[in-house]
């Protein structure tokens, strides 16, 4: 059940999202459903969602915001819909818009995969009509590109070139054409975020090989060490501590190669 405040926000904002609000200790780690399934069948896992899961949620390198974008994330790289309705609203009410929540899904359908992304769709269709929010005004594919870096982007496209043109050209146009001159320039997501729900569905599907590049691209989008380092521990309880552990000599890594630059 919806709290008067919360029907209030729908009511007067229904068309754009409602504003931020505090997200109370009930709202943050489970549904109740769910709660009441772990209480039941896993009791110690229910003692140890109060002991941490709250605690984690309250951390201060992350805002809830930035923390409902890598859950998000994460979520829709494993496809985990069961839990996502709950996140989802979590998210809005943690401050991410409707047209965020729309560019992570078509952000990850290139990271994460076309069905995960569709499943993820169909989801989120369902929490935006309970909330009353209003599809329509949703960007569409006809968007003004945020600036192009030609400096930067011409350094990419020759590198993967000269390294993988000839073993596979399409996936090198794509990579051009689609991404990163079209995808990574879409303004209803900014860069920093568009590399935060990327390095967290990488970290999450295991795909170290690719977190470098995004890290270091999320970095100089603003994403600052120590946001980066919390963003591990937030996919720990999301993602598991096997992929954690993977991805952290990575992250060392980086970090390293950028303070002796």
């Known amino acids: 059940m919806k709290t008067v405040t919360a029907m209030l926000c729908i009511a007067m904002l229904g068309l754009a999202g409602c504003a931020p609000k505090d997200t109370s200790r009930s709202s943050l780690p489970m549904t109740d459903k769910t709660q009441q399934a772990v209480a039941e069948v896993a009791p110690a896992m229910a003692a140890y969602s109060d002991k941490f899961i709250q605690d984690l949620w309250n951390r201060p390198a992350l805002s809830h915001r930035d923390r409902s974008l890598v859950t998000l994330a994460a979520l829709i790289s494993r496809k985990d819909t069961a839990e996502l309705p709950h996140y989802l609203n979590v998210a809005l009410d943690s401050g991410v818009t409707p047209t965020e929540i729309s560019e992570t899904i078509t952000h990850l ?153």
């Open 109 to 261: 359908a290139f990271y994460a995969g076309w069905p995960n992304a569709s499943s993820a769709a169909v989801v989120t269709r369902d929490v935006f009509q309970q909330r009353h929010i209003d599809t329509s005004s949703l960007p569409g594919a006809d968007v003004a590109f945020l600036p192009l870096d030609e400096v930067t982007e011409n350094k990419r496209a020759t590198m993967v070139e000269a390294n993988f043109g000839k073993v596979s050209p399409g996936v090198v146009q794509y990579t051009t054409d689609a991404l990163f001159r079209n995808l990574w320039l879409r303004p209803g997501l900014a860069p920093r975020d568009r590399s935060l729900v990327t390095v967290s569905a990488l970290v999450t599907a295991g795909q170290v090989a690719q977190v470098p590049y995004h890290l270091n691209k999320a970095m100089d989008n603003g994403l600052t060490e120590t946001q980066a380092s919390e963003v591990l521990t937030q996919l720990a309880f999301v993602a598991g501590w096997p992929n954690i552990f993977s991805a952290l000599p990575v992250f060392k890594d980086v970090f390293a190669s950028r303070h002796a630059a």
